[in-house]
């Protein structure tokens, strides 16, 4: 198994038997008795040293990281993708998914014939198993046939993901697992027995079969599948389908000046009159330079009504979604969405949003002045805002821009970032990420870097697979995957693969496990990726790695976040580990990441100069703290104006009864006027329907808020706990925040979690009005604001 001490390149290993799990368990238990809680040895420090410098080199020199690569390949032995023994092949998919069904069955069958009181007490662990493994086939097939470049390994990707979503729509509508597992949660000798996390997953579980309508007698159940099928077709067609009710908007080609030449000769027809279309980036570059004001109102009009198809199908999907609720026994599906979130109920979220209006307003008071001083006597108009903005940026980066800030890019490789978040994870949590080997076979693409993570103990916890550059038909829009999530394997699972005769059998498809030093347990350790759209170094010489906008390092430290969260939040089963907790709590810890991004304390340990490996100096840090902070006075409370705008009209159409008629434009202009402070001309015809184009009413139905509530409790944590940065790479605050925040995934509740984070010294936490969450905990959290700074996501 290698030394524990010391990380070792992990290469593929057969499957280890109970009797040499033992053997390594007692090694281990002795390696732990004689070793120091840190390594501070001259070799342990070369070899970080080492391991630091070679993870700026792999992402920033492509000869460097070829040369790395093709040396492991000619060590290791092939393995499948992400080390999953099953997936060597394209037919590896189907031998996948038709191993875990039977693996799926078999639970099944011993939930359903539970009798004795040992069968009802290994319940919990038992369901939270077999959902473990439909995860596996579903989470890993969807993302590989989305990231895949081979159509046949996408293919048989799709076939894998089809067969296990089908099989789990059968037991969500199986009664008898309800049943079972009700009757184990409702006898008091059982519970007894549980862990929290055992009744935290049982409670989860009785949910999710409660919102999959197994209560209900057979033909009510059938309406229900029924409408859930329509409300995601319907979905589908409301993402894909947005497009305005006019496709251009003609114009006089000599009332287009300020727009860039090269752009109006593209549009231009033969008899002087241009054709601006209503979508993709031409119009946003019209309204923000175009000086005739009246064009600009007819491209923003244009750009804000929706089709009446699209109408139809949005409102379509919004009458089917109140259907289901009112089937449900909920008075909206607002309501039914909520009632399982931090906010718990529409009232809740509308006394946070309120609350942030409230708090919000002064500011977005001070920016239209300044704008409407720039118009000058005429009152200001919503088609304004972009032009007036892009107005005062020009004067500001006029005036005050300098050649030093045009080169902070230059600090910024791609190397020297992630060498950053290796070295902040390392003082705030004792966590450092480590450049591995691939096998060959192991990843989709040649270009994608593997990295362990690894505690100060040398205690492997998880892989990270980057796929951080751009290429043809990859998706450009960052994201992260939990591709496996973390969990405690038990014995008998292990006991399992000695029954199976293929001697290379694995508790864990053969992807990365390890001995837990404490429980001395093995554990599945939390498999992830991490994907962007960066361009590509260079493949020969020693030409400029890939260098990052501000606003790329933001997002690469936003998405590692999300990872951290599944790092840090190992619990024993795996229905609550990392980041499945609730949908509103989700994003804290990608969000608050954004905020170290550019703090100084933690640009010093990583901004250095691709070439010259200078710092970043202390001067060029000032300059871009105040570039960050005129860009916020410009426009910061205005953008956060519009998203809590959308999430009030989020709210609104899902808090409708069923039997209320649906009219989503009114109801938006309704929203609008109330609580917008340049909302749209309400007598236009036809009149705006921006409402067509917001595709995250059906992702997000009832949830928007929580991008915003995230980042109003991310900002408290930042200023409170890392004391706006003065403590960012402290120990003491980020073990604080790791215990009471990300070491628990999803298996506490999201309140206690901030309470716990504020301490006892926090004014609300004090009086009870946060850890008891509710519709006073919403509107404190309002009330402590979004701010401006830039931080967004």
């Known amino acids: 198994m290698g030394s524990p001490h010391m990380l070792m390149p992990l290469r593929r290993r057969p499957w280890t038997c109970r009797t040499c799990l033992s053997q390594a368990r007692r090694s281990l238990e002795t390696a732990a008795a004689h070793r120091p809680a840190i390594d501070h040895t ?42 999953n023994q099953y997936l060597t092949s394209p037919d590896g998919f189907r031998v996948f998914a038709t191993s875990t069904l039977q693996k799926c069955q078999a639970i099944v069958a011993k939930v359903l014939a539970a009798s004795t009181l040992e069968e009802y007490r290994t319940m919990a662990r038992d369901l939270d198993r077999l959902s473990d493994l439909l995860c596996r086939v579903i989470d890993l097939s969807d993302f590989i046939r989305v990231i895949h470049p081979d159509p046949q390994v996408q293919e048989a990707a ?47 579980l009785i949910k999710d079969f409660s919102n999959s309508a197994i209560h209900m007698p057979p033909n009510e159940r059938q309406r229900f599948v029924n409408l859930s099928t329509e409300v995601s077709q319907l ?21 287009l000046r300020g727009l860039d030449p090269m752009l109006v000769q593209k549009i231009k027809r033969w008899n002087r009159t241009a054709s601006v279309p209503t979508m993709g980036l031409i119009p946003r570059l019209a309204l923000r330079s175009v000086h005739n004001e009246d064009v600009r109102r007819d491209i923003y009009l244009a750009t804000r009504t929706s089709s009446p198809r699209q109408i139809q199908v949005l409102e379509q999907l ?226 400029r790695p890939a260098l990052l906008t501000e606003h790329s390092v933001r997002t690469l430290f936003h998405e590692m976040g999300h990872a951290l969260h599944s790092i840090l939040g190992q619990t024993r089963l795996q229905s609550i580990s990392g980041t499945r907790c609730a949908t509103d709590f989700a994003e804290l810890p990608s969000v608050l990441m954004e905020h170290f991004a550019m703090a100084p304390e933690v640009l010093s340990l990583y901004a250095r100069h691709w070439e010259t490996d200078t710092p970043l100096s202390e001067s060029m840090m000032q300059s871009m703290a105040k570039d960050r902070t005129a860009h916020g006075s410009v426009y910061g409370a205005v953008e956060n104006e519009a998203q809590i705008l959308m999430a009030l009209v989020d709210q609104a159409y899902h808090t409708l009864p069923a ?59 930042w200023e409170d706990v890392f004391r706006g940065g003065q403590a960012a790479v402290e120990r003491d605050a980020g073990e604080r925040y790791k215990q009471e925040v990300l070491r628990w995934g999803g298996g506490r509740n999201g309140w206690e979690c901030v309470a716990g984070v504020l301490g006892s010294q926090n004014a609300a936490n004090a009086d009870g009005r946060l850890v008891e969450g509710g519709d006073e905990a919403m509107r404190e959290v309002g009330r402590w604001g979004l701010g401006r700074d830039g931080v967004s996501g």
């Open 42 to 83: 001259p070799a342990k420090n070369h070899q970080k040293k080492t391991e630091d410098e070679t993870l700026r080199r792999m992402f920033d020199s492509q000869p460097f990281w070829r040369e790395f690569s093709q040396s492991s390949a000619a060590q290791l032995k092939p393995t499948g993708l992400v080390q």
């Open 235 to 255: 979905g589908s067609a409301f993402v894909n389908g947005a497009e305005p009710a006019k496709a251009h908007v003609v114009v006089n080609a000599n009332s």
């Open 659 to 717: 039997d209320r008629r649906i009219d989503s434009t009114a109801l938006y202009h309704q929203v609008a006027t109330t609580h917008s402070s340049l909302p749209d001309p309400t007598d236009t015809r036809p009149p705006t329907s921006w409402q067509g184009f917001f595709g995250h009413l059906y992702g997000y139905g009832a949830t928007y808020y929580s991008y915003i509530f995230d980042r109003a409790i991310a900002n408290k944590i």
């Open 158 to 204: 799709t076939q894998a993901y089809a067969l296990m979503f089908e099989y789990m729509n059968v037991l969500n509508t199986t009664t008898g697992l309800n049943d079972q597992l009700k009757k184990a949660a409702a006898n008091p000798e059982v519970t007894a027995h549980w862990s929290e996390e055992e009744k935290i997953v049982a409670q989860i």
């Open 318 to 543: 919004l009458t089917k979604r109140a259907e289901l609720a009112q089937l449900s026994g909920f008075e909206s599906f607002a309501h039914m969405t909520l009632h399982d979130k931090m906010a718990k109920s529409p009232e809740a979220v509308a006394k946070f949003l309120t609350a942030l209006v409230g708090s919000n307003r002064e500011l977005v008071k001070e920016e239209l002045a300044q704008l409407q001083h720039m118009k000058g006597a005429t009152p200001l108009q919503p088609w304004d805002h972009a032009y007036y903005v892009h107005g005062r940026v020009q004067e500001y980066s006029m005036a005050r821009r300098s050649r030093e800030l045009n080169a902070v890019p230059e600090f910024f490789s791609l190397g020297t970032v992630m060498q950053g978040l290796s070295r902040l994870f390392e003082r705030l949590y004792g966590v450092r990420l480590v450049p591995q080997e691939t096998a060959p076979g192991e990843t989709w693409m040649s270009d994608v870097r593997r990295l362990d993570v690894v505690d100060e103990s040398g205690r492997h916890l998880a892989v990270i697979y980057c796929d951080l550059f751009s290429r043809p038909n990859k998706h450009p829009n960052p994201a992260h995957f939990t591709l496996r999530c973390a969990r405690e394997i038990s014995a008998e699972e292990v006991a399992e693969c000695a029954t199976v005769l293929d001697s290379s059998a694995h508790p864990n498809d053969g992807m990365a496990t390890a001995i837990d030093s404490e429980s001395k347990t093995l554990r599945q350790l939390p498999t992830i990726a991490l994907v962007c759209d960066f361009p590509e170094p260079p493949a020969t010489g020693a030409g």
